[in-house]
């Protein structure tokens, strides 16, 4: 039987289409393997090329796609490409979702801590409402930390947490002009257990620092350092993309991240000669598939990728799902759970960690 010439033509234009998308494959399979060594690229040399560690989450989606695509279609070879790089890519970098593998036991060796961008309790009025201060108190006092991180703290007007140890250093020798600034990047830790010993990370020229608190439970004295590493400046808008010039916004990205490398040297030199147990905690202001990523995790566990949940979404930017708030624990700990809130408090979303002292 002969097909009519609309037949033929439909199936030669669907071919056309899926030559083209194989070779998008291809692209996207090839940004895949790139993003493999992209952690290797330090942003002092490569600054522009770790922009493309914003993108990894897409691109790992967007292989996806193309596999199930295929599948649908039955195109058993165009499948295999990206099945391939995406095994290969599960093995070399930081999973995009996770299942959860939490464990809600705790005894007394059991620890845990919240980590929460709090962006000023909204001094600002970023988010149109009186009263964040409040449902802020209200959320810690429901989730119950034993420990609590907070990062772009600043002194509330009315809030205050019931916790009988609290942390936050002296800015020390800072400029007058960051001491001052509004821009200034302040951080703060409260703790059930007692704060024996505290401290300031200084970043040169920087409105962020990281601080570190020293809390000692039952006769263990963990160190919990909370940082905030330099901001990327990009607004979670689609139109603020067409507004800002292309060019200034690669330079301003590229510059951010080149700063996060001094900061992130500055903390790494001031853990090189800790002596106790660590915990870090914080917003990193970078993905899990960054040299920033990459070289302030080290040997540390990321309690996510131990125990948690889904996409581990922390930064509200458009439902892309942008994990840039991190806990790393080291091996003293097991990790027994994380848990990611999605909460609209503040611009980032709160994270907590239980973990259990082993050694």
Do not use: C
């Not at 409040?134 to 609590?148: A, R, Y």
């Not at 200034?248 to 700063?259: A, D, E, Q």
């Not at 070289?295 to 458009?318: M, R, V």
């Amino acid at each position: 039987m002969v097909k009519n010439n609309k037949d033929i033509r439909i199936v030669k234009k669907l071919s056309f289409i899926n030559r083209i998308l194989f070779i998008a494959n291809i692209f996207f399979s090839l940004g895949l393997i790139f993003a493999i060594f992209l952690p290797e690229l330090s942003p002092n040399k490569f600054g522009f090329i770790s922009l493309f560690s914003i993108l990894v989450p897409a691109v790992i989606i967007i292989n996806i796609l193309f596999v199930i695509y295929w599948i649908i279609i039955g195109f058993k070879k165009q499948l295999l490409q990206s099945f391939l790089v995406l095994v290969i890519s599960y093995f070399f970098i930081p999973q995009l979702y996770k299942f959860d593998r939490n464990d809600t036991s705790i005894n007394k060796n059991s620890i845990s801590l919240m980590s929460f961008n709090v962006r000023k309790f909204n001094m600002y009025k970023w988010i149109e409402t009186d009263d964040i201060e409040t449902k802020i108190k209200e959320f810690v006092v429901k989730e119950n930390p034993d420990i609590l991180a907070l990062q772009e703290y600043k002194t509330p007007k009315k809030l205050i947490f019931n916790y009988p140890y609290f942390s936050n250093p002296p800015m020390g020798n800072y400029s007058d002009s960051i001491l001052n600034s509004k821009n200034r990047i302040n951080l703060a830790i409260y703790s059930k257990y007692p704060i024996v010993n505290e401290g300031i990370i200084k970043y040169a020229r920087t409105y962020s620092s990281a601080m570190f608190a020293d809390i000692v439970k039952n006769k263990d004295t963990i160190r919990v350092y909370t940082f905030h590493m330099a901001s990327l400046g990009i607004i979670p808008d689609a139109s603020y993309f067409g507004h800002d010039d292309s060019e200034k916004l690669v330079k301003k990205v590229s510059k951010s991240f080149k700063i996060q490398q001094r900061q992130i040297d500055s903390l790494n030199a001031h853990i090189k000669n800790n002596k106790y147990k660590v915990i870090l905690a914080g917003d990193l202001n970078n993905t899990s598939y960054s040299w920033a990523y990459k070289n302030t995790k080290k040997d540390l566990q990321d309690t996510f990728l131990e125990t948690g949940e889904g996409f581990g979404t922390t930064y509200q930017f458009k439902k892309f799902p942008l994990r840039i708030d991190y806990i790393f624990a080291d091996k003293n700990f097991k990790v027994k759970s994380h848990i990611n809130y999605n909460t609209h408090l503040s611009d980032h979303s709160p994270i907590m960690t239980t973990l259990e002292l082993i050694k």
